[in-house]
C-alpha cells in the first residue's frame, strides 16, 4: 500500500518566522501534536511539537509571541514520498522514534502528513489485507521505547 492511501491530506503548516503562540493556537485548536515548518517558498525546513513550545517556554522563560518558530524547530526533519511503499514510513518512524512524518511529491512539496494513528486506524477500518499489524505494534513499541534504553522493558513499581 502506497503512503498516500494512508496519510492525511489536508495539512496545516507554519512559517518558520511564526512565533510560538501562533503555533499553540493552531495546534490546540486543531487537536494537532506537531506541525510541518515551511519556509517562504513553501519548502519544509522543520517540525515543532507540542513538547518544544512547552520546553522553550520553560526554559526561555519568556512570552510563547516572543519566541520565533524556526529559533526552537527540529530542522532537516525525517519526511517521506507520497508513493512510497506504507513499510518505508513505519520504518522511518521506528528509526527515528516520530509519530508523525511530513510527505512530500516529486517536487518536494508538502502535499500531506502521515501519523502512526493513520496507519493503525487504516488497519481498524478494514485495511488489514494492506496494513500488517505487527508491523503497527512494532512501530508503537519502537517510538515508545526511550532513547538510550533500547531493548530494556520497564518495570511499574507498586
Excluded at 56 to 81: E, F, G, T
Excluded at 98 to 119: A, F, H, S, T, Y
Amino acid at each position: 500500500m502506497k503512503i498516500k492511501a494512508v496519510m492525511t491530506r489536508h495539512v496545516f503548516f507554519l512559517n518558520q518566522l511564526d512565533n510560538l503562540s501562533e503555533a499553540a493556537r493552531l495546534m490546540w485548536d486543531h487537536d494537532f501534536g506537531s506541525l510541518p515548518v515551511l519556509d517562504d517558498e513553501k519548502n519544509l525546513v522543520g517540525m515543532i511539537t507540542d513538547r518544544d513550545i512547552a520546553m522553550a517556554a520553560y526554559l526561555q522563560n519568556r512570552l510563547l509571541a516572543d519566541i520565533q518558530v524556526a529559533s526552537i524547530m527540529a530542522k532537516n526533519p525525517v519526511s517521506c514520498q507520497q508513493d512510497e511503499e506504507l513499510f518505508s514510513a513505519e520504518n522511518a518512524m521506528q528509526n527515528h522514534k516520530l509519530r508523525r512524518l511530513p510527505v512530500l511529491d516529486e517536487e518536494q512539496r508538502l502535499v500531506g502528513i502521515i501519523c502512526l494513528n493513520d496507519i493503525a486506524l487504516a488497519y481498524k477500518h478494514g485495511r488489514d489485507k494492506e496494513v500488517n499489524a505487527g508491523e503497527v505494534a512494532d512501530t508503537l513499541a519502537a517510538i515508545c521505547n526511550h532513547r538510550g534504553h533500547e531493548g530494556v522493558v520497564a518495570s511499574a513499581r507498586i
